[in-house]
T-cell receptor, first 112, second 111 residues
């Protein structure tokens, strides 16, 4: 299995909703990432988990809450989002000593 | 502060010809560079990479050149094919595990 799987592929949520994005990889990669991509912009790093511990938080607002239950799973919990948070959210993973990142297909999030 | 820049937002190339995508960076601490291809509503797909200790890496139709003194890298695709039409991002990596993406170049290969 050489893929990063993200669910759901599409999500529409209201500003008062609570939802979660899920990411899964079975490549034994030790690092997992959340990126946010707005239209016609490059992906921007949000969070990095290394060996299941949060190692980088790029000053992301607290309405985004990451969680790494185990080495294969990464969640992003969403609460009280704003319409400007609408974007493609990408999960990625990488292995120690291997600079290749594997990206998931992303979750297209729309906040209404 | 955009540390990785792709100054050409778009590029149009005829099928069979060479596509050259350019990328400039400002941080001399970057030690590894990658190129990704991205279709709309999909995640980036890794294409090719180069370590800062090399100046060229080749993989099939794709070759990446690195000029450290100029802080410049380029991706050459030859021959270009219509299926190569996508947005291409260069990305740079430092020892902090942060992958920094460039602004992207939309490549269109026409018959």
């Amino acid at each position: 299995d050489t893929e990063v799987t993200q669910t759901p592929k599409h999500l529409v949520m209201g500003m008062t909703n609570k939802k979660s994005l899920k990411c899964e990889q079975h490549m034994g990669h030790r690092a997992m990432y959340w990126y946010k991509q707005k239209a016609k912009k490059p992906p921007e790093l949000m969070f990095v988990y290394s060996y299941e511990k949060l190692s980088i938080n790029e000053s992301v607002p607290s309405r985004f809450s990451p969680e790494c239950p185990n080495s294969s799973l990464l969640n992003l919990h969403l609460h009280a989002l704003q319409p400007e948070d609408s974007a493609l959210y990408l999960c990625a993973s990488s292995d120690t000593g291997n600079y290749g990142y594997t990206f998931g297909s992303g979750t297209r999030l729309t906040v209404v | 502060d955009q540390q990785v820049k792709q100054n050409s937002p778009s590029l149009s190339v005829q099928e069979g010809r060479i596509s050259i995508l350019n990328c400039d960076y400002t941080n001399s601490m970057f030690d590894y560079f990658l190129w990704y291809k991205k279709y709309p509503a999909e995640g980036p797909t890794f294409l090719i990479s180069i370590s800062s200790i090399k100046d060229k890496n080749e993989d099939g139709r794709f070759t990446v050149f690195l000029n450290k003194s100029a802080k410049h890298l380029s991706l050459h695709i030859v021959p270009s094919q219509p299926g190569d039409s996508a947005v291409y991002f260069c990305a740079a990596l430092s020892n902090t595990d942060k992958l920094i993406f460039g602004t992207g170049t939309r490549l269109q290969v026409f018959p």
